[in-house]
Each structure stands twice: as structure tokens, then as C-alpha cells.
């Protein structure tokens, strides 16, 4: 992949896409049976596995916390999901992204209702097409509904980029490598309302009032996935419902 | 239909009204697990449609020996947390027979939770009529959230099954489901069951279930 001269021709982006325009997006849930909650997602090019076991009992022992439950999060790509084969096991950037996606996860999840357990939350990169830590935000998120677990809301992830001078959201991998900024953000939506930001990272550079510009956009690219979030939950309801009817 | 919602649902604006199923913040009621919306006059319930079962203080339950230690057995519940049964609240103790020799790893036993500690360790006994070790019949797994609907409203729909079954049926709360009888009754009911779980988010299910055991009856008959 070579850096193109022109991000934006007239007012469209490489995919013929708006600068406020999201990937087509693909959820669908309940796809694994031995989990507890799982999720499936593709955002343009990327495809994403969440699993969600728990809570369990938590072993070894000495990780158990008698007043709550505690979390883990694995962000883990597929030696296949990119271009060049990534070598297999974590490295220094899924650690972090794990990292950062569970403290986001932390501020959601009532811990306090099961001590001495854990909840593991399993997510895997099958296909990595930039933006990849937000599909697997937006999936582990409704994995974790699926199984149940008490939590104040959804979260719902979508990052923008800076290209050309403009700001983009949803940035697919052209526009992440060569870009000038990044900044992935997540949500907790609640009441139908963004309530406030569990994760926001950032590469690159940005003014202030960029940035919140970027925010502005964000929160409406979250919205939509919001709504996609809930349709792909509801949807495994619906359905059983026509078949009695 | 009735109405499914969602965790961080915006569900009342009167906390004196929050039950089961939701949490308060500010002077705001939020729904924090996937369910089916009740409410009634002085209360708002979200009835879960997932999730594993969290002990509580006189639930029946059924569970599996896992290991035997020197004053009881500890057992496994189908929850997050291990049981412990201690030899004084197992009425078939007595001095002289040793612990394994009355229940041994693997045995399943009906009981009931006696105490839960604020660290979340749940004693268990069997000092109850409905409680007994389980040496026959068979024992089905399913959905812990699913519970309420094989019960029924004040039992209907384990009295159905047992009248037009003619089967000996225990409900564990932790989604275990004793059965026992006739074979093929047994096989039956346990049909039943899975449907139960399958369809408890919808209404009018007991009518389905009555008709569905006469049908399969006259299957078997016929």
C-alpha cells in the first residue's frame, strides 16, 4: 500500500464515502454456544469475535478480589488478520489496547455485585482494517448484554482521523497510515444519550478546536452504531417471537 | 408483546419505584440487564432473560459433590461460587460413618442455601423435607434465568407437567431440573423443559405446553 496524493476528491473519501460517514456495519449475536455472551462484528473490513465467560469463579486463587469481581480483557489478533503475518501471541500494542479496553469496560460493569469471581472478556481480530480496538469495543460490549452481566449502559466505540486537513470519521487503513491524527473514542450511552467518554486515545496531532470538532462527529457516529447495537440484540427476540405466532 | 429492554434503559424518574433488576442514579431509575419490563403499582422489575444464577438465603437447588473435605462436602452450584455443605446440616450423618460413604464426589444432592456471607460463601443444608442425595432419575440443565417460567405463576406450570406427565419433578432456582418416573413420561418432560427455556420470553406458554404434551403423548401412544 502506497500513500495516495489526495485523501478527499470532491468532497467524497477513497471509498466514495462522506467525511461523517460510517463503514457499513454487520452485528450479530449470540454466535458462539459455549459462551456465555458473544458477538460478532464487521466494520467495513474488519471482523471482529467477542466472547464473554462469567462471572466465574476466579482462578488462580490470589487473583480473586473479596469486594469485587475482577475484569479481564484479551484484544488479540489472528496471524492472518493483516497483510504481512503478525507473529502469533500478544505484543506490545494489543497489551495496551487491552489495557485501555478494560478500564473502559471496568466503569460499566457493576463489580461490586459478584466478589471472588471473574469476568473474562475474549475478543479476536479476524481481519484488521484500522479502527479495529473499536469494533472489538462495540462487540465485546454486546457480548457482555448477551451474558447478562449487570451493567450501567452500552458502550460504543468509533474513532476520527485527521486527513488532508480534514477530519474523517470512521477512518479505514489508508487513511489511519498516512493520516495526521487519530483518536479513537468510547461512549457509555445511557437513556438513549451519550453519558459520558470511557476511552479516548490519540496519534498524531491535533488544535483544540479540532478536537472538538472530532467529538462532535464521534458522538453522532456513535449513535448510529448505538442503534445497530440494540436492532442486532432485539433482532434474536424478534424473531422467535413470529416463529410462534 | 411485551416490552425487552436493554442495560442504561432510561426506565423511571421515581427511585422509590426500582426493583429487581435496575439501578439508581441521581433521581433516575436505569434498567442494568437485558430483560423483559414489568411494573406494577409500587414497583418496576426487570425479569432477566440471561445471566447465571446468584444464590439466595432458602432457594432449592441442585447440586454436584466436587469434593469431600473432613467436616463436610463442597458442591457445585451452577453458579459463580462453590457451595459448602457441612456434616451437621446432613441429616444422614452419623457418628461412626465416614463422609464419603454417605455422599461422594459426583453424587447430586436437592438442598437448600442457608447462609450467604457478605465475601459471597454460601453454606448450604439438607435439613429439609424436599432435600435428599439423588441416586435415579435424571437431571436437566438449563438457562437459570428461565427458572420462573418452569415454576409458573404459583407453580401452574409444574403442576401441568406433573398432572399430565404423572412424573416426580424438583426445580433447582440454579437452572438444574430433577426428573423421575416413567421413561418415557421422563423424556417427555424433559422435551418440556427445553421448550420452556426456549420460548420463556413469549406469552401464552402454558396453553402451548399443555397442547405440546398431548400431542407427544398421542405420538407415543399412537
Known amino acids: ?245 | 408483546m411485551r416490552k425487552i429492554v436493554l442495560p442504561g434503559d432510561l426506565l423511571s424518574t421515581n427511585p422509590k419505584l426500582a426493583g429487581y433488576g435496575t439501578y439508581v442514579e441521581g433521581d433516575k431509575v436505569f434498567a442494568r440487564i437485558i430483560g423483559i419490563y414489568e411494573q406494577t403499582d409500587n414497583a418496576i422489575r426487570v425479569i432477566p432473560l440471561k445471566g447465571k444464577y446468584n444464590p439466595s438465603v432458602g432457594d432449592t437447588i441442585i447440586g454436584i459433590v466436587r469434593e469431600v473435605v473432613s467436616n463436610g462436602w463442597n458442591v457445585d452450584i451452577n453458579s459463580p461460587y462453590q457451595a459448602f455443605l457441612p456434616l451437621s446440616e446432613n441429616p444422614e450423618a452419623k457418628p461412626g460413618k465416614k463422609l464419603n460413604e454417605i455422599l461422594e464426589i459426583g453424587d447430586a444432592i436437592i438442598a437448600k442455601v442457608m447462609s450467604i456471607d457478605p465475601r459471597m460463601r454460601v453454606t448450604i443444608t439438607m435439613k429439609d423435607k424436599v432435600c435428599r442425595a439423588i441416586r435415579f432419575g435424571r437431571i436437566v440443565a438449563i438457562n437459570p434465568a428461565r427458572v420462573p417460567r418452569v415454576i409458573g405463576k404459583k407453580g401452574s406450570m409444574i403442576k401441568l407437567i406433573k398432572t399430565e406427565l404423572d412424573v416426580q419433578i424438583v426445580v433447582g432456582q440454579n437452572g438444574l431440573i430433577w426428573l423421575n418416573g416413567d421413561r418415557k413420561k421422563v423424556a417427555i418432560a424433559e422435551e418440556v423443559v427445553y421448550l420452556i427455556e426456549e420460548e420463556a420470553h413469549t406469552e401464552g406458554l402454558t396453553d402451548r405446553v399443555g397442547e405440546f404434551i398431548r400431542r407427544r403423548k398421542n405420538v407415543q401412544t399412537g
Open chain 1, 1 to 245: 500500500m502506497s500513500r495516495p496524493d489526495k485523501f478527499i476528491v470532491d468532497g467524497r473519501r477513497l471509498d466514495g464515502r462522506l467525511p461523517d460517514q460510517l463503514r457499513p456495519i454487520k452485528i450479530e449475536v449470540d454466535v458462539l454456544k459455549r459462551a456465555d455472551g458473544s458477538c460478532y462484528v464487521e466494520m467495513g473490513k474488519n471482523k471482529v469475535v467477542a466472547a464473554v465467560y462469567g462471572p466465574r469463579e476466579a482462578f488462580p486463587r490470589h487473583i480473586q478480589d473479596p469486594s469485587k469481581v475482577v475484569v479481564r480483557y484479551r484484544y488479540n489478533m489472528a496471524p492472518f488478520s493483516v497483510e504481512e503475518r503478525k507473529r502469533p501471541g500478544p505484543d506490545r500494542r494489543s497489551v495496551e489496547i487491552s489495557k485501555v479496553s478494560k478500564e473502559a469496560f471496568e466503569a460499566i460493569i457493576m463489580k461490586e455485585l459478584f466478589p471472588r469471581s471473574v469476568i473474562d472478556i475474549f475478543v479476536e481480530v479476524l481481519q484488521a482494517d484500522a479502527g479495529s480496538r473499536t469494533a472489538c469495543i462495540n462487540a465485546a460490549s454486546v457480548a457482555l448484554v448477551d451474558a447478562g452481566i449487570p451493567v450501567k449502559g452500552m458502550l460504543t466505540s468509533v474513532a476520527v482521523a485527521k486527513v488532508d486537513g480534514t477530519l474523517v470519521l470512521d477512518p479505514m487503513k489508508e487513511e489511519d497510515n498516512f493520516g495526521e491524527a487519530d483518536m479513537p473514542f468510547a461512549f457509555l450511552i445511557r437513556g438513549g444519550k451519550i453519558e459520558s467518554i470511557a476511552l479516548l486515545q490519540m496519534d498524531g496531532r491535533m488544535t483544540r478546536e479540532e478536537i472538538k470538532e472530532a467529538l462532535n462527529l464521534a458522538k453522532k457516529g456513535a449513535m448510529e452504531i448505538y442503534n445497530l447495537q440494540r436492532e442486532a440484540i432485539m433482532k434474536q427476540f424478534v424473531e422467535e417471537e413470529e416463529e410462534n405466532a
